[in-house]
């Protein structure tokens, strides 16, 4: 090679940066020099080509595959390049590829200025480039390489070669760590609400703080906020704080006869490890709302999850263990709203319980723990109520016949005791004394074949029982006299596997058997074999049976499936998947009701998982039984499910519920 030092001295002053190039051969004309196989290094960057120009004008210019690499992380293919300073770069017919936003550009042309690379007529795509699944056509774009940000103007995203849908501007970022902008919308719609649309804005307030605020709105119901400010205050604790306000049109909250217009509420929430000690913890969560519709009306609850309005109890918890070698201390307060209730005066609160917890120690040969808790139940209407409770069982073993049967015997005291301390009323106690003693082994075959069979019988004894309840804060635990048999099993041969379980209990003094359950699951090559079996000894009949036949291979995945529980369901469903390839897959699923002899739902569905992108598309319909003064009858619902993801730059989830008519 031909080092060029004159040009390195003369470029070093006017690009403000060291200058290398190199050459092959090197001619220089009336000032300008022509270079065969040049190679530029400077501002971390190389360039090769195979002719180049220095011109007159202190112009670099570079034809034919000309090839750039920048740090080590992109990469730029072009036909030509014009350099007019070091930080003024155009180039024409150009690929880009950047490993940070793992994709590529195809461009027409690119003016490359500090820190910006501005490309016009494009495409980007994070797939093959060669037919991409996927990928956008953009009048122009600008790439930060200091920011790893994206920004793409008069876009029209393309999925298999079909146009989807025109943007006028998007804006993507690939630097992983926090910054302050827009998060991705949350879209739903309901048929009595209208459509949802909550928008998360997000600003990192310092190095381990951040605030999240999200407007939400609801096309028939109202509008409303939610704020949630984070926070990481040591190497071992967190905290959240969230509040919320919505509020109600005046039409919905007429129509509906709501209790509130009005729905806020607040959530406090921290953990820490090593409060005091190395070895304590503390967890507080908590809770107020003037109703379960702040829970409900979340910005985040876009699917219209009406499980929050169920429970209409309110929870709040401040909890603290201390863990020695051997012990466990807890203080654990609990406080609760019901929003059924005008008032929660007389609502019984637990502040605190307190619990000491010796763990399973062994001495002078005998295994043993202890658990005791006290309770202060308090209300601020009427007396309050104080419980202790005890749970000891101390046990031996014993190994016989040299270890292939094992001999357990525990014995087992529970007591508690309970007053209302600002009245003279009876107190309440209990204290109960069983035995319980177990024989079990576990036997092992190996060679040609491998069983594993583990059998055990307990017998539980009850030796002495007595209480006096005047209260309904006491659960008294109940003890019986029963003979219990277990049996667990496992069998391998070549390419069968069979795993099996098998119990019953028979109460001694009842004179009654417990339902007999039997478990198995056999798997041969291909087919799975999954039967979960309850059958009433009593009765002579089974009262409740789930059996699953599935047969699964590379090309698809069938499976038939049915569900008995005596007196009230049976339902059979069928479902197959098809593997179209290694990335597609189409499914179907379909469940009938043979009690009342009606289609339960019926599922259609389409999966593709590759690197640059995933999807799952269903369709499902479902009847849902709806009980009335004449009688049941059944309403269809349709449920859209959309899920696509453009990998790494984000996507769709998004599920949608069309409640039908009866």
Known sequence: MLRISLVIVFFASFLFAEVKIFATKAVDSNGTITLQNPIIIYNNSIIQAKHGLITKKRKIILNDKVFVTYQNKSVISANSLIAYSSRNIEMNDIFFYDKTMEGWILAKSSLSKNKNIYFKKLYFSTCCIKDPDWFMKARS????????????????????????????????????????????????????EGLLYSQPIYFVTSINTDLEITPTFRSMRGKGVYTTF????????????????FKDDKDYYIRYNLAHQKHYGYNIKYERNGLFTAHDALYMNLKYANDVDYFYLDAYNYRFNDAYLSDKLITSELNYINVTDFSLYGSYFKYFIDTTKLSNDTTWQILPQLNYHHFLSKKYGLMNLLDINIYNYYR?????????????????NFSLFNDYLKFKITELLSSGYGFYYQTASKKSKYTNLSTQIKLYTSLTKAGSFIHIISPSLILNLKNYSNSSIYTDLMNVPEI????????????????????HTLNDTYYLTLKKYSDLENIFNININNITIEENNRYSIEKKQISYNNIKISYNNELFYSFISHVYQKNISEAVTVGITYNINTYKKVYTEYSYDLNNRYRKYWLLGMKLNKKCWRYDLSFKQSRIPILEEDGISYRKDNIVTINVELKPIGGLNQTFVFKGNK
């Open 141 to 192: 774009a600008t790439y930060n390489r200091e920011k790893k940000s994206l920004k793409l103007y008069n876009l029209t995203l393309v999925i298999n070669k079909i146009p989807v849908f025109y943007l006028p501007y998007f804006y993507v970022n690939f630097d992983k760590t926090r910054r302050s902008g827009l998060l991705r919308p949350y879209v739903g719609f309901s048929q009595t």
């Open 480 to 499: 019986q006299n029963y003979l219990t048999f277990n049996l667990f099993q496992i069998f391998e041969k070549d390419s069968f596997k069979l795993t």
């Open 230 to 245: 984070r926070f990481v205050d040591s190497p071992t604790s967190k905290g959240m704080i969230k509040a919320g306000y």
């Open 380 to 396: 601020k209407v009427g007396s309050n109520f104080v419980l202790a409770d005890l749970l000891l069982p101390v046990s031996v």
